[in-house]
């Protein structure tokens, strides 16, 4: 047993030179990922359960499958510093973590000038703004820490702009015409799935309607 190697789980572990506070800054942007995954989108079906965050989370699921198996046929090896991080086990070609963020960012984009989202925004490109800063200091964080060639990132980012936009037309112009029987479906019924992408601004919309539930119930207890 004593002579067995171990091996870390490295879906939160990054590791960067000591004292290095730049390094130190851009190992948490490289957890942003795994925060949007955990933190975003499954508090998104606990809490809203809408059927485009749900395909949204769908389709970057399949776009890590498809890494995955890309990476199993290219094989090719991550950059020599991979010794110091461990990680020279694995593949890194495209890289998964540039991959993961551009499709994040190019699918976020096209929901928000399409209009779908909790809020009526009028400023739409300041709003993408933030996403797509995020995937380049994602993409940089992975080659600084040593993580991945400048080759790797970049392929892992044109592969996951290609694989967000023609998700979100599979979505908008296949699936979406499904929604109501999805809505309808006895899923849908059990889980209170909806789709609200024809409400402009969902949380009026359902501040108004809360409060006018509750001052239909105070007319009914007078």
């Known amino acids: 047993m004593s002579d067995t190697p171990l091996k870390a789980v490295t879906l939160t572990l ?35 359960r809408e059927l485009h965050g749900m395909f949204f989370a769908f389709g970057l699921l399949i776009s890590q499958v498809i890494n995955g198996i890309i990476k199993t046929f290219v094989q090719q090896a991550r950059p020599e510093t991979c010794v110091l991080l461990d990680m020279c086990d694995s593949h890194g070609w495209p890289s998964s973590h540039s991959q993961y963020m551009f499709f994040f960012a190019v699918y976020f984009t096209l929901l928000t000038h399409e209009g779908i989202g909790l809020l ?7 709003v993408t703004f933030f996403p797509w800063s995020v995937a380049l200091l994602t993409m940089f964080s992975r080659v600084y820490l040593g993580y991945h060639t400048v080759s790797q990132v970049f392929a892992g980012a044109v592969l996951g702009i290609l694989l967000g936009a023609g998700w979100f037309w599979v979505v908008t112009n296949v699936i979406q015409e499904y929604f109501p029987l999805m809505e309808e479906s006895m899923f ?27 001052k239909n119930m105070a007319a009914k207890d007078d």
Request: proline residues 1%; aromatic residues 18%; charged residues 25%.
């Open 14 to 48: 990054v590791r960067y030179r000591k004292g290095d506070q730049l390094g130190h800054f851009l190992a948490w942007v490289s957890l942003i990922p795994v925060f949007i995954s955990l933190g975003g989108f499954l508090t998104h079906f606990l809490f809203r």
């Open 120 to 126: 009526e925004i009028k400023n739409k490109w300041a």
């Open 188 to 214: 849908g019924r059990m889980f209170y799935v909806k789709d609200t992408s024809h409400i402009k601004n969902v949380l009026k919309f359902e501040y108004d309607n809360a409060r006018a539930a509750r």
